[in-house]
């Protein structure tokens, strides 16, 4: 069987445990971000060995040396120290190219010094030119592989073996990987001065509230942004002004959007919109078309929430105190919904947990759901304390565990029901937003709390012991914070206030702040900001209905390299001057390595 077709991630991969095995831990990190998320669940990871690119590269410096000893009829030739891959003159660091005094004042003169020994040592894969160990080339009798032999073995380093491959011997003691789920032992590096944003904000304009921003899955170029009473879709470009698709423009009277979501692969937007108290969905393509609509919901809806790997739909509707859930798969489309499972209960936020599980928060109780052909309920976890209001809940799906974290808003407590952990008064004042971060292992896990006490924080917890740690506490400068998020790949995380943007390096052991933005028209008003929850997530006014009060929202595109942050009436697009250790210096989109973030903002 011939071997597979070499492709980036195979180079990229080597270079990933070239960096790790050379102790240069940040810059492997960097690699990872930039590049893929875990390289070692790569199919071929577990075929490579011990320094598999040192070995890879002398086998081909050998195979250049063959090659160039050959003429174009297959006769041996001559080969002069110009044909060497890196050219003739032996490298060594601190020394200037061609100067045999600088040289020698650099190395010595002490033949059995190990600076003199590196030094007799093959160049460039080579014995230099004139040592006496080099075979007389003009010898053209031999064979090929005798040449071969007869010149690099005797000047080969004894770290190698006859094959060209770097061997395990002492002389190279093998380093601990640096790596470990993402995270780099290596030095840190000292934080930049955060970045002002401010002054390279572009308008967009929709001209209405705004309480919703997704971006489309997969696609940094797409975003949408909607409000009671409109829903467009802008296409972003770095050589044009934005285009923007108005969806839905709504007038004044009974019908409202209230909530809209892309399904898992940006395929599909769904849009849900509100007439008497009945909830009406159309799906619209990647143009902003509309291409279905299904059947009509007897209830409010308050959430619609996307499997991550199908084309199933949990529609979240509500009638004062019972809510309704709903599944829909877009795969199969029936003329009517199947029978939903009814909790008599607000539903405050719903999230999926893997394939097969669904969770759910409500009012003094959260709900377990198995989700396959239909949602069925399964468990319900009554609170600790009695007539607590479950806001926000986050789940993720580990190798070991399926785990929902819930956070109060009134309270300030966070409550881990499928583990029983109770964080109580996790803050001094309300949580407005909470948020895993997407890097985790199969007993541990770290998520982010937001408050309207001006902080964010970061928290450790390990599945198995059921200890909690707050490991990072981030100041908003004595704003609330209204609500905030993780990068996809877990190395940043942002948080809005009622005027300003601050994104952290989490990473770093004082979690630097990298970036700041501040709004140049004025801010609200305080007590319309002390109402504000995330605009995604959470219930919406006292009675669970949506509200025209004021929202924050805040999506990180899929690369986690552009953010989109919106309130009230303007869409602004933000351009992220990265710090040193930024894992983007790569980024395909941005010029410069700059980085392209669309932000909303206020406009009175």
């Given at each position: 069987m011939a071997q597979p077709d070499l492709t980036s991630h195979h180079v990229n991969y080597l270079i990933w445990r070239y960096l790790q095995?050379?102790?240069?831990?940040?810059?492997?990190?960097?690699?990872?971000?930039?590049?893929?998320?875990?390289?070692?669940?790569?199919?071929?990871?577990?075929?490579i060995k011990t320094h598999a690119l040192v070995s890879l590269v002398q086998k081909g410096l050998q195979y250049h040396e063959m090659e160039s000893s050959l003429d174009k009829e297959g006769n041996h030739k001559s080969i002069s120290p110009s044909d060497y891959f890196f050219g003739p003159e032996p490298f060594e660091i601190g020394t200037k190219p061609g100067s045999a005094e600088s040289r020698d004042e650099a190395v010595g003169t002490d033949p059995d010094s190990p600076d003199q020994v590196a030094r007799d040592r093959p160049v460039n894969g080579h014995a230099e030119p004139g040592k006496d160990s080099r075979k007389d080339e003009t010898d053209?009798?031999?064979?090929?592989?005798?040449?071969?032999?007869?010149?690099?073995?005797?000047?080969?380093?004894?770290?190698?073996?006859?094959?060209?491959?770097?061997?395990?011997?002492?002389?190279?003691?093998?380093?601990?990987?640096?790596?470990?789920?993402?995270?780099s032992s290596s030095v840190q590096i000292a934080p930049a001065k955060p970045i002002d944003l401010t002054p390279d904000t572009a308008l967009l304009n929709p001209d209405q509230h705004v309480?919703?921003?997704?971006?489309?899955?997969?696609?940094?170029?797409?975003?949408?942004?909607?409000?009671?009473?409109?829903?467009?879709?802008?296409?972003?470009?770095?050589?044009?002004?934005?285009?923007?698709?108005?969806?839905?423009?709504?007038?004044?009277?009974?019908?409202?959007?209230?909530?809209?979501?892309?399904?898992a692969i940006g395929e599909k937007l769904a849009v849900a919109t509100c007439t008497d108290d009945r909830g009406t969905i159309t799906m619209y393509n990647v143009n902003g078309d509309a291409v279905d609509l299904l059947p009509e919901v007897p209830r409010l809806i308050t959430g619609l929430h996307w499997a991550a790997g199908s084309s199933q739909l949990i529609v979240v509707a509500s009638n004062h105190n019972v809510s309704e859930l709903a599944l829909w798969d877009d795969s199969r489309r029936p003329d009517v919904f199947p029978p939903p499972q009814m909790i008599e209960n607000q539903i405050y936020d719903l999230a999926w947990c893997g394939r097969n599980l669904a969770f759910a928060s409500g009012e003094g109780a959260v709900y377990q759901c198995e989700v396959d052909s239909s949602i069925r309920l399964v468990k319900t976890f009554p609170s600790p304390k009695d007539n607590v209001t479950w806001d926000f809940i986050r789940c993720v799906q580990t190798e070991s565990h399926a785990v929902a974290?819930?956070?109060?808003g009134v309270s300030g407590s966070i409550w881990i029901p499928t583990h029983d952990i109770l964080i109580p008064n996790a803050h001094k004042d309300k949580i407005t937003s909470i948020d895993i971060s997407p890097q985790f292992d199969p007993h541990r896990i770290e998520f982010a709390s937001f408050s309207a006490d001006g902080r964010a924080k970061v928290w450790h917890v390990h599945l198995d012991t059921k200890d909690y740690t707050n490991i990072h506490q981030l100041s908003l400068d004595s704003n609330p914070a209204i609500t905030g998020s993780f990068s996809p790949d877990g190395y940043a995380l942002g948080a809005a206030s009622k005027d300003k943007l601050f994104i952290w390096n989490i990473e770093h052991p004082d979690g630097n702040l990298t970036?700041?933005?501040?709004?140049?028209?004025?801010?609200?008003?305080?007590?319309?900001?002390?109402?504000?929850?995330?605009?995604?997530?959470?219930?919406?006014?006292?009675?669970?209905?949506?509200?025209?009060?004021?929202?924050?929202?805040?999506?990180?595109?899929?690369?986690?390299?552009?953010?989109?942050?919106?309130?009230?009436?303007?869409?602004?697009?933000?351009?992220?001057f990265p710090c040193v250790n930024s894992p983007h210096a790569d980024d395909p989109i941005s010029q410069d390595g700059n980085y392209q973030f669309a932000t909303m903002t206020e406009r009175v």
């Open positions: 095995e050379s102790g240069h831990g940040d810059a492997a990190v960097s690699l990872q971000r930039a590049w893929f998320p875990n390289p070692q669940t790569l199919p071929f990871a577990p075929y053209s009798d031999e064979s090929m592989e005798d040449k071969a032999q007869t010149e690099s073995q005797p000047n080969t380093p004894d770290h190698m073996d006859e094959d060209g491959d770097v061997s395990m011997a002492e002389e190279i003691p093998e380093l601990p990987p640096t790596l470990e789920n993402g995270e309480t919703h921003v997704v971006w489309r899955p997969r696609d940094p170029t797409v975003v949408v942004g909607a409000g009671d009473l409109f829903c467009s879709l802008w296409k972003l470009s770095m050589s044009s002004e934005p285009v923007e698709k108005k969806i839905l423009d709504l007038k004044k009277g009974d019908t409202h959007v209230s909530t809209v979501a892309w399904d974290i819930v956070a109060s970036s700041t933005w501040t709004a140049t028209s004025p801010v609200v008003k305080k007590e319309e900001a002390d109402r504000m929850t995330n605009g995604q997530n959470g219930h919406h006014g006292q009675n669970g209905y949506s509200t025209p009060e004021p929202h924050r929202a805040l999506s990180w595109d899929a690369d986690g390299k552009r953010l989109a942050y919106g309130f009230n009436k303007q869409v602004r697009s933000l351009i992220w």
